[in-house]
């Protein structure tokens, strides 16, 4: 196969998140962007060695057998979900067996450490609701096409620039829909004349960055906060637009409505300075019986009633392990390290002696400590700092150990200290099974094996899962 070479074939298999394995005469090629059962075209980008290349999709020869009518009009077009043209309950199956295989893999890779296996796999977890799911959604301010008007929205599919405005998004419910298009409606006919612009991320230029709306499942309130850059200034227009959100029709209440500064050339929300433009800078969510106060920028499951199926799910994992390791106090210490806000500290706190939560974000250790006084708990003890450092610092020992990393997985500086208590058990809660399945081999490295495994569908219609895994030294 050489660069630029038109190959067909038939989508055979789905790897994690989603690359289409096709196998042709002249070897197999990885597509992106397919389903299983496709018969596809598709252009050689790049050559990995003798039968192996990477391709991009150029054309669609026949559908697959499992392909349905996608039920978003921007499906396609926008970014954020990539299996909405699947039966959700095929999308569970594709999730899983992508899961199942990567720490197959693993184990495998690792089995000179003594792993025999993979773990006893659970399968997936559906979430309760596939649609409307989303607490949280970050929109950006552009145009769909270049000199166009002003949208809000999603990043187009494979694009960086366009941005469109999703009125339809199914991942979010009605009242999402109706801030983003106020919001948008407010704004055109001053970018139409001149007198207000959306920050260009080429040239780090303007001043409409992000939309944040954050919506409790349970509560119903609403947190509301525009994104801008310092390089104009639009008092007024930011307060005629917070009073044209508070006359819309809403099925929630709006809690708080915010102005956030930010002039960090990277293309993400940045807090560099809050005002109030009415109410409150926080509001409230409950999960499995206990209260959390969420602010703009803390860490929380974006899907809550998700959020209650994983943390029954760690609750079930942990049933019967929740002892000390010599047996001799009854309640365990437990490290609940990159804690966030600390829920699942506080869902495990009535079966410990001590909770203690590490986590980088400050603000988020400043939450979790209200929420444990909010629940009347107190034996949580939340350390903002690094885990890599901080665990250095902690004179308790720990009898179980419970990690929820960030995407990227825990550092690997930071691994080797963690297996280094030499607790029985160690719970690994990841959001990105290929931090997981990376991790496995330090892990039976140091005598643990994987013994369970389950996919919790915290994200429906897209290719990110969460899964949860119990690692026994015993």
Known sequence: MKKGEIVTGTVEEIRFPDKGTVHTEEGTVTVKGVLPGEKIEARVTKKHGQGRAEAALTRVLEKSPLECEPPCADFGRCGGCTFMNLPYEETLKLKASMVKKLLDSACQDASGWGLTGGPD??????????????????????DEYKDGPLSVGQHRKGGFYDILTVENCRIVDADFRAVLTATRNFYAPYYAEGKISYYHRMRHEGYLRHLLIRKAAKT??????????????????LHAWAQKLLSLPLSGTIRGILHTKNDSPADAVKNEGTE?????EEFTEELLGLSFRITPFSFFQTNSRGAEVLYRTVKEYLQGLMVSADGSSGKPVVFDLYTGTGTIAQLVAPA??????????????????????????????????????????????????ILDPPRDGIHPKALPKILAYKVPYILYISCK?????????????????????????????TSSVETVCLFSRL
């Open 433 to 461: 099974p290929t931090s997981l399945s990376r991790d496995i081999a330090g892990f039976a490295s140091s005598g643990y094996r994987p013994l369970k495994a389950v996919c919790v569908d915290m994200f429906p219609w």
């Open 276 to 280: 109030i433009l009415f109410g409150k």
């Open 352 to 401: 410990a002696k001590k909770v203690i939560g590490v986590e980088i974000v400050e603000e988020a250790v400043e939450a979790a400590r209200e929420n444990a006084e909010r629940n009347g708990l107190t034996n949580c003890e939340f350390i903002a700092g690094d885990v890599l450092k901080k665990i250095d610092e902690i004179e308790e020992r720990p009898d179980v150990i």
């Open 220 to 237: 119903g309130e609403i947190l509301i906060d525009i994104v801008t850059s310092t390089q104009e200034e639009h008092e007024d227009l």
């Open 121 to 142: 796999f659970g399968g997936i977890r559906p979430s309760p609701e596939p649609f409307e799911y989303r607490n949280k959604m970050e929109f950006t301010f552009g």
